[in-house]
């Protein structure tokens, strides 16, 4: 396939896109993998009686994450994701319920489910990766595809596991602006692209920092209610503004402003983890009610910005040494972490010592 990036991995890159936007619009993909499977797959949090009726077969299943599983406490977990038999038990009501625990007040479940005994395949792993990457739920339906699918726009597997790798590999800069800030004058922003056209992620640039030492750094993952709104469950928008008075007042320094909202669950699942701890569970336990990982973010496209702005050292401004350590496997060298902290309020205390308490900040 052309493109103007010219790579040859663009085309991988590209089905998996596509099959993002089908599965967000509910419509269904073929997963096909290296061992000869081929599955039909739908996003679960959009199962109505129509849908379902292509979801028939003896074979038709439900997945779910281990997390997911083990908050519905379905035992015993032989891999991740775990299958759930749809036929005799499982009706569209049900499945909504399952796979969004926001809604399993209003169809509370009548377990106990049974669950298939065998190692997970290779598409149904990447069927529910397919769903993380498209900020869905991650539960997805799955059948074995019949002839009558062969419509359906069909993804490989390992396009779908090697998503991620290959789209920070891609990226590359589009535009380049001089913004000034109202606490940093000398800003610029700059954007980067996937080689897919898909989701891009901004550098602010403060001052003209040199290539030959540490730059002054901060990673900064995308927080629509706390960046935009001024949101008080969350510490982001002071940590935004924050990094730039910081950088500014330093001379010089970059801030990455990463599009992973949520820590990479996207922003409706972020509003669903929100309901859940007004229910009262911590930002963790919302993650992993939801079928997602604490963090689900990862660093190398951070890396790789930093590579193209001809950064290959950072201070980094951060209390999250997961961000210290992401960095490093990506190949930057963290000569030195910043500490980054602000003041709570009433409404972040307790969200600020969950980070502390489970996810190892420095606080
Ligand atoms: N899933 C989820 N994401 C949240 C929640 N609160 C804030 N976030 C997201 O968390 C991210 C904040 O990350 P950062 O400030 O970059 O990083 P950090 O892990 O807190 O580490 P620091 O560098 O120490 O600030 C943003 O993407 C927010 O949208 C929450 O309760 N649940
Ligand atoms: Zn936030």
Redesign the pocket.
């Known amino acids: 396939m052309s493109s103007p990036f010219g790579s040859a991995p663009v085309s991988a890159l590209v089905v998996v896109d596509r099959a993002v936007s089908e599965l967000r619009r509910g419509l269904d993909v073929v997963v096909t993998d290296d061992a000869g499977q081929r599955l039909r797959i739908s996003a679960a949090e959009y199962a109505t009686p129509d849908r379902l009726a292509g979801f028939s077969g003896a074979d038709a299943r439900l997945l779910l994450t281990n997390r997911r599983a083990a908050t519905l406490k379905l035992r015993p977990l032989i891999g991740d994701p775990v299958a759930l038999p749809l036929a005799g038990q499982l009706d569209a009501a049900t499945i909504a319920s399952l796979a969004d625990p926001t809604v399993d007040l209003d169809h509370p479940l009548r377990g106990p489910f049974s669950i298939l005994r065998r190692a997970p395949l290779a598409a149904e792993f990447a069927a529910v990766k397919l769903m993380k990457l498209a900020r869905l739920l991650p539960a997805a339906l799955v059948v074995e595809a019949a002839s009558t699918d062969d419509g359906l726009l069909e993804v490989p597997a390992s396009a779908i596991t090697g998503y991620d790798d290959m789209a920070a590999r891609g990226l590359r800069i589009v535009s380049d602006a001089r913004v000034p800030l109202a606490d940093a004058e000398a800003a610029r922003i700059i954007g980067f692209r996937p080689a897919d056209g898909g989701i891009e992620h901004l550098a602010i640039l403060i001052g003209d920092p040199s290539r030959r030492e540490p730059v002054l750094g901060?990673?900064?993952?995308?927080?629509?209610?706390?960046d935009l709104l001024g949101s008080l469950?969350?510490?982001?928008g002071e940590?935004l503004r924050g990094a730039i008075r910081t950088i500014a007042e330093a001379g010089g320094g970059v801030l990455l402003y990463?599009a992973?909202?949520?820590?990479?669950?996207g922003l409706m699942?972020?509003l669903k983890?929100?309901r859940l701890?007004d229910q009262g569970f911590d930002?963790v336990e919302?993650?992993e009610r939801l079928g997602?990982d604490p963090?689900e973010r990862i660093f190398r496209p951070a890396a790789e910005m930093l590579r193209l702005l001809g950064f290959d050292a950072v201070r980094l401004?951060?209390?999250?040494p997961?961000?210290v350590a992401g960095l490093k496997a990506s190949g930057i060298n963290v000569v030195e972490r910043v500490p980054?902290?602000f003041p709570a309020n009433n409404h972040n205390e307790f969200?600020l010592a969950t980070?502390k308490a489970k996810?190892g900040?420095l606080l």
């Open positions: 901060r990673l900064h993952s995308e927080c629509f209610t706390g469950r969350c510490d982001c940590q990463l992973q909202e949520g820590r990479g669950i699942n972020k983890a929100y701890q930002t919302a993650n997602f963090d401004l951060t209390n999250n997961e961000k980054h902290a969200y980070k996810s900040h």
